[in-house]
């Protein structure tokens, strides 16, 4: 959705140094009625520690928290609906957050660099996810897309070493070029059915990478999809890929052809 449905004529709040806001301990509990937090609103704020983000709240700016080294937790409304970019990115010390059902929109690079985060779960209510929104997030070992995500975009989850388990959604169509690119530690990818491109690079260097199983809805995969997988041993795909045309895709996609194992039609 675009952001002037949510921004035109709301109350902006940004903080400066010295706020009120601030309690004790570095937590920050912005106001009721604050509709939508500024860019750089608490840019590069080291002595924040925990942000309590008000009911009725819709927006959080560009690089709101950004570069907020001992940010550890916040709380987010329900009424959310869009992170803006690069909103939490380099805030190391985030443990954990819950993105509410309802936010429509996470922008580039939205989380990136978030080094403590474990798991994350996506809500079915996204319609947009930035470039690199979760890129580099060096403890990240599980990720969740819920039902209502139809793509995950380009460099999405680059360089997330620790991933190891990433459950997709039905209503996913398109993955885009190098969204797990160096998921060091995935072994197994189902891409489910409904999925019809897989773009160029999109899980290049995942180097444990065994298993992955590919829908007979797919049309296309692009050149070092699979480039430098060098543990891949199956690859299940659809009937479609035995013919000539198919297996060239394959070729450029580096799936080597010991690994390939074509279904039957129907299967």
Not at 93 to 121: K, M, R
Request: charge should be neutral; glycine fraction near 8%.
């Amino acid at each position: 959705m675009a952001s002037q449905e949510y921004f035109a004529h709301l109350s902006l709040v940004k903080i400066r140094r010295g706020s009120r806001l601030f309690g004790k301990e570095g937590v920050c509990c912005f106001p009721e009625g604050t509709a939508v937090i500024a860019d750089s609103a608490c840019l590069s704020r080291d002595d924040l520690r925990r942000v309590v983000i008000p009911e009725g709240t819709v927006g959080i700016g560009n690089m709101a928290f950004a570069l907020c080294f001992h940010l550890e937790a916040v709380s987010l409304p329900e009424s959310l609906r869009k992170i803006g970019d690069s909103a939490f990115a380099n805030c190391p010390s985030l443990t954990g957050i819950l993105i509410p059902d309802g936010v429509a929109e996470v922008g580039i690079c939205a989380f990136s660099h978030c080094d403590s985060l474990e798991a994350l779960a996506l809500p079915g209510s996204l319609r947009a996810i930035g470039v690199g929104a979760f890129d580099h997030c060096a403890s990240l070992r599980e990720i969740a897309f819920s039902e209502g995500v139809a793509e995950i975009p380009a460099y999405a989850l680059w360089g997330c070493e620790r991933l190891e388990e990433v459950k997709l959604p039905g209503t996913l169509r398109v993955v885009w070029n190098s969204a797990f690119w160096e998921c060091g530690s995935l072994r197994e990818i189902v891409i489910p059915e409904g999925v019809t491109e897989i773009r160029n690079g999109a899980f290049r260097q995942c180097g444990k990478l065994e298993r992955v199983r590919l829908p007979d809805t797919l049309r296309r995969i692009e050149y070092d999809a699979f480039e430098g997988c060098t543990a891949l041993r199956r690859v299940e795909l659809p009937a479609l890929f035995r013919s000539p045309e198919m297996r060239k895709m394959l070729d450029a996609a580096e799936i080597p052809a010991k690994a390939r194992v074509c279904r039957r039609s129907g299967n």
